[in-house]
């Protein structure tokens, strides 16, 4: 970690969830240390073998003593999901229970685990990563391929013939478990158990981690946009008109963002552990009251938002069910809410079905959209992010090129926090870096791991997809670079993800347009080719929040042909191309949803636009010109002269960095 005074002096408690975050990201300190070659004419492997994080992990021990347990609890195949209690994305270390079953690390992925097999599902950004972590006990379902069975379908065959299928409620949304349950019938087994002690951790035991119970901050209103007591009003009156009695937030982000509070319990994510429950006239937080200082505490209780053990959600949930129950034909709403994405185990507490409505969360669709505070706060905080990554990136060359040095990924990493820590308003990185040299940068979601990972080689393709949490916003970006002379293969490719880039940013589409029917725009030039990435172009940006936020997105996913897109979302638009075993490409800019100006307005609709905020320049020798139409020459030569503008001032005492930045936003 950075020594304090490369922080900005914070005029806030936020300065020490700074601290935290850096502490979170690896076990040993930042370091700059430069193992040094004398001459290039010296041997250096390049190519070191796999990290850690890729090392295979024998788990036959771990299910046999799972299945011990199923056996004793009449479970004959038993589902072990990668989300917490809290549907996370990230979770924190005692909630990896999948990993600790299969050994994969990948953030998504599903495991199960019948009596004599074990099956692991997980999207086409693991691939690579998953056929090399997993052992013999595993089979791999590669979700989306032809021929592969998703891992429902799995399950349900392995069911057959009257088997019963385990889960803990609280790790799987109610639809999927009611939906898994009648596949599973169907399929001639007996169904869908809820099994409240979770198997895994019973196998884990005092090796488990414990929960994290970090302190929480408030949100300054000047970086929030909004108070509480505001959002809280809008949210009652959605909840008005759907007639609802009230709304069970289990989403961390989403309670961080209603309430105007950040913290630290799950690494790179600045969300606490807590539930929430809204009513017409009451506003609940679930949380371990040691967290809040007493500057959150005023700020609540000034909201008219009560604090509750977080423990005691569930009992007040059954009573709320009890109570609405009751009310019988009284005309007060009787049904309570959840989101689509609450658990199970949430569902049953509340009622069932007859009490329980199941929604898109009204608090996701407004945090979604950003209010002006959150759009300028991304705009600025995008510029000193795409200034540290500047530096980087001419840093990087010049020790690899002129001074020789002999770097691996992680120190390239931990330059690269040192030089974002020293920004205004740093917090800490929104994700582990992905540092990756030549084939490496294949691997989709590669994380190198400290003294065990590969040394970047100058005359390969070297893929950095970074980010960081700041007071005003949360970063994202990627770039790819050569320092060397690429290959021809790698300029094509290259390119074509480029003008896929741009096709994207500069796309005009009517109001009402989803993430779905945009999607093509960015992968057309490679189709032409018959080439394609397997992962989405575009995931929502949080506020100082969560780097994956629904529910918008562009890409294939069902959720994006349901959510359109809307004039202050945030997200990333980062087509991509990957080689296994040689390179891997991808090019991400961070861009507003923003209504365009058009001649006309077929029906009156407004038409959107992207106003992309990623301040970073790309990589000159892998562009190739012949490829570029002359319109998005324009697009690039402009961009560059915006990157330029508003980043250089940063280098005024950095000729390096400097005439780096002029090199390679020189026009075309």
Known sequence: MPALPCFPPFTSPLRTLAVRFLSCKRSAPVNNVLIRSPSRATAVRYFTPPCQDMETVNTSARLAALRSLMKERGVDVYVVPSEDSHASEYIADCDGRRQFISGFSGSAGTAVVSLDKAALATDGR??????????????????GQQDVPTWQEWTADEAADGKTVGVDPMLISSSIAEKLNENIKKNG?????AVAENLVDLVWGSDRPPRPSQPVTLLPEKNAGKDTATKLADLRKELEKKKLAGFVISLLDEIAWLFNLRGSDITYN???????????????????????????????????????????????????????????????????????????????????????DEIRSPVGDAKAVKNETELNGMRNCHIRDGAALTKFFAWLEDQLINQKAVLDEVAAADKLEEFRSKQEHFVGLSFDTISSTGPNAAVIHYKPERGNCSVIDPNAIYLCDSG??????????????????????????????????????????????????????????????????????????????????????????KQYIDV??????????????????????????????????TKFSFGDKPYLGFEHVTMVPYCRKLIDETLLTAEEKKWLNDSNDEIRAKTEHFFKDDPLTLNWLIRETQPF
């Open 126 to 143: 693991y691939f690579n990563q998953a056929s090399k972590q997993l052992d013999t006990n595993w089979h791999l379902l590669k979700t």
């Open 564 to 597: 359109p897109l809307a004039a202050g979302n945030v997200l990333s638009i980062e087509p991509g191309y990957y080689e296994d075993g040689a390179y891997g490409i991808r090019i991400e800019n961070i861009a507003i949803v923003r209504e365009a100006k």
């Open 189 to 193: 087994g007996k169904g869908l158990e």
């Open 468 to 557: 960081a949490q700041y007071l005003d916003g949360t970063t994202d970006t990627t770039r790819t670079l050569h320092f060397g002379t690429p290959s021809a293969a790698e300029k094509t490719a290259y390119t074509l993800v480029l003008k896929g880039n741009v096709a994207l940013d500069t796309a005009v589409f009517p109001k009402g347009t989803s993430g779905f029917a945009i999607d093509s725009f960015a992968r057309q030039f490679l189709w032409k080719m018959g080439l394609d990435y397997r992962h989405g172009t575009g995931h929502g940006v949080g506020s100082f929040l969560n780097v994956h936020e629904g529910p918008i997105g562009i890409g294939t996913r």
């Open 270 to 356: 600045p969300v606490f552990f807590s539930y929430a429950i809204v009513t017409p006239d009451s506003a609940t937080l679930y949380i371990d009251s040691s967290k809040l200082n007493s500057e959150c505490q005023d700020y609540l209780a000034a909201n008219k938002v009560a604090v509750k053990p977080y423990d005691d959600l569930f009992a007040d949930t059954k009573a709320l069910a009890s109570q609405a129950a009751a009310n019988g034909d009284s005309t007060a709403p009787k049904k309570y809410a959840i989101s689509t994405k609450g658990s199970w185990a949430l569902k049953l507490a509340l009622g069932g079905s007859k009490l329980v």
